[in-house]
């Protein structure tokens, strides 16, 4: 029975906050901003459903880019896109979308209230574009270009994948905006999980474009990936390009020997045989340490 107020406490603070009453809101959204019909409040339901939308994209970019610049622009690719056209790779399409929310982002971010240092919502069009000028725009802007577009047909697979990768730079804000979750032991826990998983994938994708680059100018075939493919039975002919291990069996076994080196726990089973393998393993062991 000694617990009875304070559970009635605990009830009638949960009520206060899940219902936004007026002592929990900030200050600023008790205030009825006079805005043009343009302008977008910061803090409107379509402006959380649009930042959920955009952290999606930027989630997938995170993922597909340095996977599809690594794995997917060779020269058999390559061909088939010369061959049937820009759009022919569904992928090429779903960035073409990407980069054109992307562009919708900046247009919305530049109509967007903010609240400055004196805890006051600025609807002044001209204000808001000053401050996103001086503040994410060029980081917004570059990574909306569509290089891979742009560049469409100058057989430079490299450089496209190069040029793809500044899309990543959209991650520097997805960061700033989790801060407001690191009281959260759970949720920091979970973005710790994610963000080790995401690292290995990138460390994966840099693991393979190493023997990919490397492979066909060794004289004795000791690449990690000749290694793999002898190992399950699917070696490399050298007269059929579309020889060797399938980009699945490249991707995972990628995968595994990231893992395991950055946890330590490695079982040999894939190991660095090349100098440029080796010094990349200790970089990925030096990380793992931190």
């Not at 910061?42 to 989630?59: G, M, N, Q, R, T």
């Not at 340095?66 to 997917?72: G, R, V």
């Not at 979750?181 to 474009?209: D, K, N, P």
């Not at 490249?250 to 040999?268: C, D």
């Amino acid at each position: 029975h000694i617990y009875f107020p304070l559970i009635v406490i605990f009830a009638a603070l949960s009520l206060q906050v899940l219902s936004l009453g007026a002592d929990v809101l900030p200050e600023y959204k008790l205030q009825t901003p006079r805005i043009n019909k343009f302008t977008i409040l910061h803090y409107s339901p379509f402006k959380a459903v649009w930042d959920w939308l955009i952290l999606l994209l930027v989630i997938y970019t995170a993922i597909f880019t340095p996977y599809s610049a690594a794995f997917l622009l060779n020269d058999i690719e390559e061909q088939k896109r010369r061959t049937c056209g820009y759009s022919c790779n569904p992928l090429n399409v779903v960035d073409l979308i990407v980069d054109i929310m992307f562009i919708i982002d900046i247009l919305i971010n530049f109509r967007t209230t903010y609240v400055n240092q004196n805890e006051e919502v600025v609807s002044d069009p001209a204000k808001i574009a000053i401050h996103y000028f001086k503040g994410w725009f060029l980081i917004d802007m570059v990574a909306a270009i569509p290089f891979d577009l742009l560049i469409f047909g100058s057989g430079s697979d490299e450089l496209i994948g190069l040029l793809k990768t500044a899309r990543l730079l959209r991650l520097v804000r997805v960061a700033r905006k989790l801060d407001r979750y690191s009281e959260y032991g759970a949720a920091v826990l979970m973005l710790l999980m994610c963000i080790f998983a995401l690292i290995a994938h990138w460390l994966a994708c840099i693991w393979y474009a190493i023997g990919n680059v490397e492979r066909p100018y060794l004289i004795h075939k000791i690449s990690w990936l000749d290694a793999l493919g002898d190992q399950i039975k699917k070696p490399y002919n050298y007269s059929d390009p579309s020889s060797g291990p399938s980009i699945k069996d490249k991707y995972v076994t990628a995968l595994y020997f990231t893992f395991s080196s950055l946890t330590s726990v490695g079982f040999g089973n894939v190991s660095p045989n090349t100098n440029s393998e080796k010094i990349f393993s200790i970089c990925v062991m030096l990380i793992g340490c931190k």
